[in-house]
Structures are given as structure tokens and as C-alpha cells.
């Protein structure tokens, strides 16, 4: 059965980096999209990027260019997403959710049918 | 930019009552690329439909989702207990990417 399996909560202080993984197993990790998103305390979801381990291409809204790295190991079809510079803001939960590749591999377009069960990053001095 | 616009914010029903939650686009959806999440709190959200009106797999089907172009909905047609719960929409085309502020079913 698909799986995806995040690390675990993380507390950092401000100015720090996190990176979060996303070991995926029950499918052929290359074939499929894997996307970011965060829910903050009492707020909703929010998208924080893509990246296709076909390809290593990556999409970002304009929010998070230059602050989020996404990376995928395919020898142990994990992803990975690193947030720099990190302030009391980024205190939320962080998901990762695979895309099937509706409109190809070097399309974003997607769906999320499988999800991680989320890594509570907490930011504090 | 496409936005999308949920309501009612809160919705409260009653077990068995039929529940009608609205996602309006700022505008046209291509391809009905909508999709509908389930999130309960301290659990990951939960896929539910697709391409507007795709049932996901395992979905009941007191789910339905129907729409095109700027107006789509998901009816929930009893409910029980365990859909209370955060609904999401969700328009997945790359070029109008967008999430919903969500819906609140509560209960009544």
C-alpha cells in the first residue's frame, strides 16, 4: 500500500534551518509528483511548493522562492524540504502529498491523493 | 491569480442532515481541476473527490461533488459522525493553482 512517512517534530530557534523527509514506499516514487504544504496554528493549508523526482524540477510560489529547497533521493525514494531563515511564522505543521502526473512529469498540475502524517515544526527562542 | 472563495465558513448540521458546501473561482477552472480534501484535526487531510466530481478511492458515496467553470460543490448527503470535519477545495491546474479558506461541518 502507498505510505509516506515524515520525520519527526522538530523545534528550532529563529534564523535556523529545518529539513523535514518523506520516505515514500508502495509505488514507483519517480512516477509520481511530490508537494510541501503547511497548516499553521488556527490557519488553513497552504502550498508551499513541487517537485518531480522524475526530473528534479521544482515549483515554488513567489512566497517561498529563495527560502525553500525541495530535493528527492531516489535510491531510497525519500523527499526532502529545507525552510532557511525560520521565524515564529513557519511554526506550523508540515505535510508532504504526492501528485499523480495528470499533465505529464514536467507538469505541476495535480491532485493530492496520498499524504504524509505531518511534522509539527515549532519556531521559538 | 485564481481565488477561491468557501462557504459558508461554519456549517452546523445534525447527524443525517444533508450538507451543501461552496467553492466559487475569481475565475474559469480549466478542465474542472477541482479537488475536495477532508481534514480532521491532528490528522493528514484526506483526498475526497476529484476533477469536480470524481469520487476518490474508499470514498462513500454520500459524497458528490458537482460544478464547472467559476462554481462547484460538494454535498454531503447524510451525514455521519465522523465527517465532521475541515473541507478544503482545490484547483490543481499549474497555471491556477489555488487552496480554499475551508469549510467548518460542526455539529449542531
Known amino acids: 500500500q502507498v505510505q509516506l512517512v515524515q520525520s519527526g517534530a522538530e523545534a528550532k530557534k529563529p534564523g535556523a534551518s529545518v529539513k523535514v523527509s518523506c520516505e515514500t514506499s508502495?509505488?514507483?516514487?519517480?512516477?509520481?509528483?511530490i508537494n510541501w504544504l503547511r497548516q499553521a496554528p488556527g490557519q488553513g493549508l497552504e502550498w508551499m511548493g513541487w517537485?518531480?523526482?522524475?526530473?528534479?524540477?521544482?515549483k515554488h510560489p513567489h512566497k517561498f522562492q529563495g527560502r525553500v529547497t525541495l530535493t528527492t533521493d531516489t535510491s531510497t525514494s525519500t523527499a526532502y524540504m529545507e525552510l532557511r531563515s525560520l521565524s515564529s511564522e513557519d511554526t506550523a505543521v508540515y505535510y508532504c502529498?504526492?501528485?499523480?502526473?495528470?499533465?505529464?512529469?514536467?507538469?505541476?498540475?495535480?491532485?493530492?491523493?496520498?499524504w504524509g502524517q505531518g511534522t509539527l515544526v515549532t519556531v521559538s527562542s | 491569480e485564481i481565488v477561491l472563495t468557501q462557504s459558508p465558513g461554519t456549517l452546523s448540521l445534525s447527524p443525517g442532515d444533508r450538507g451543501t458546501l461552496a467553492c466559487r473561482a475569481s475565475q474559469s477552472v480549466r478542465s474542472s481541476y477541482v479537488a475536495w480534501y477532508q481534514h480532521k484535526p491532528g490528522q493528514a487531510p484526506r483526498l475526497l473527490m476529484y476533477g469536480a466530481s470524481s469520487r476518490a478511492s474508499g470514498i462513500p458515496d454520500r459524497f458528490s461533488g458537482s460544478g464547472s467553470g467559476t462554481d462547484f460543490t460538494l454535498t454531503i448527503s447524510r451525514l455521519e459522525p465522523e465527517d465532521f470535519a475541515i473541507y478544503y477545495c482545490h484547483v490543481y491546474h499549474s497555471s491556477q493553482r489555488a487552496l480554499g479558506g475551508g469549510t467548518k461541518v460542526e455539529i449542531k
Open positions: 502529498a504526492r501528485n499523480p502526473p495528470i499533465r505529464g512529469h514536467y507538469d505541476s498540475s495535480g491532485y493530492w491523493d496520498y
Open positions: 517537485i518531480s523526482p522524475y526530473n528534479a524540477d521544482t
Open positions: 508502495g509505488y514507483t516514487f519517480i512516477n509520481y509528483g
